[in-house]
């Protein structure tokens, strides 16, 4: 059974820093590209940035670029988000998805993908 298990989240001041988490379990990461979402309260789930199963490309929202970078480690079977200069409007709860469509800014949405995390709660606030 596929399985992505999310960590690594908490409660963090603004301008501070937390790397995220993706973990592969029952199957391997290799040929699946990789997606970090976000839902803050109320709102909808949108994407924040993605990774193709080589690691070759990645896209980001506009909200985060300079400040998040998504990386994989294959050999782990995880994939991580490091983000960097939080702000409040970061505080979200955050998922990985996995997909097998090409990444592109335009399929980096939660339509496309499937085998949703349980996601970890990340918290910015004085």
């Known amino acids: 059974q596929m399985q992505l298990v999310e960590s690594g989240g908490g409660l963090v001041q603004p301008g501070g820093s937390l790397r995220l988490s993706c973990e592969a379990s029952?199957?391997?990461?290799?040929?699946?590209?990789i997606g970090w979402f976000r839902q803050a309260p109320g709102k909808g789930r949108e994407g924040v940035s993605c990774?193709?199963?080589?690691?070759?490309?990645?896209t980001y929202v506009d909200s985060i670029k300079g400040r998040f970078a998504i990386s994989r480690d294959n050999a782990k079977n995880t994939v991580y988000l490091q983000m960097n200069s939080l702000r409040s409007e970061d505080t979200a709860v955050y998922f990985c998805?996995?997909?097998?469509?090409?990444?592109?800014?335009?399929?980096?949405?939660?339509?496309?993908?499937?085998?949703w995390g349980q996601g970890t709660e990340v918290i910015v606030s004085p």
């Open positions: 998805a996995a997909s097998q469509v090409l990444t592109t800014t335009d399929t980096c949405s939660p339509i496309f993908f499937a085998s």
């Open positions: 029952g199957f391997s990461l290799d040929d699946w590209n």
């Open positions: 990774i193709s199963s080589s690691g070759d490309t990645t």
